[in-house]
């Protein structure tokens, strides 16, 4: 008697090989999320690097102002001495005090002094905060870059390791991201 056929081995080769490509589009999809979460990445450097970019200019424009001031106070200086000098002048040479307008402009000019010095300073300050913010968004846009190498390390390596090592980079630049905001 002839044994009758029954497809169960064709059946089971292709229930294991839909199994199978199930397995290899599981471990593959994970790399779609590596991909959106580099692009992610890659935006939130962006944003970094165009923050630290402004206040870069901006620390640098108020130190450039704060050097103006700091000349506009020496220039006072000078005037206020010379002032000073020819009161002492007049008063050697012809033994009287210096006229009330020589000595009005030695106030006006002491008071302008003042003034100055406090701007200047203000625009000190105000530099060296944009700075210091420029510094924090620097270290964003570094660790940032960082995790974007490391995703891609990933990838090309499939281990899916290192992109948890690229998600933590990405939460420490964006600590810093936010550090730089709120310093701001």
Do not use: C
Request: no cysteine; aromatic share 6%; hydrophobic share 40%.
């Amino acid at each position: 008697m002839e044994e009758i056929e029954i497809p169960t081995e064709h059946l089971q080769e292709a229930i294991n090989e839909k199994a199978e490509e199930k397995m290899r589009e599981k471990k593959e999809k994970w790399t779609l999320y590596v991909a959106l979460s580099t692009a992610f990445m890659a935006v939130l450097a962006a944003i970094a690097g165009l923050l630290a970019g402004h206040h870069s200019n901006e620390a640098l424009i108020d130190q450039v102002k704060a050097s103006d001031q700091w000349s506009y106070y020496q220039s006072k200086s000078i005037k206020l001495e010379l002032a000073n000098s020819t009161g002492k002048i007049l008063n050697a040479v012809t033994g009287s005090k210096p006229p009330e307008d020589l000595k009005s402009s030695v106030a006006r000019y002491e008071k302008e002094k003042e003034d100055i010095k406090s701007q200047a300073e203000m625009n000190e300050k105000s530099s060296e905060k944009h700075l210091e913010t420029h510094k924090t968004l620097s270290k964003a846009v570094t660790i940032f870059q960082i995790a974007i190498a490391i995703s891609a390390i990933s990838i090309l390596t499939k281990r899916k390791p290192l992109w948890y090592g690229g998600m933590i980079f990405t939460a420490v630049g964006i600590v810093f991201l936010l550090m730089g905001i709120l310093s701001a």
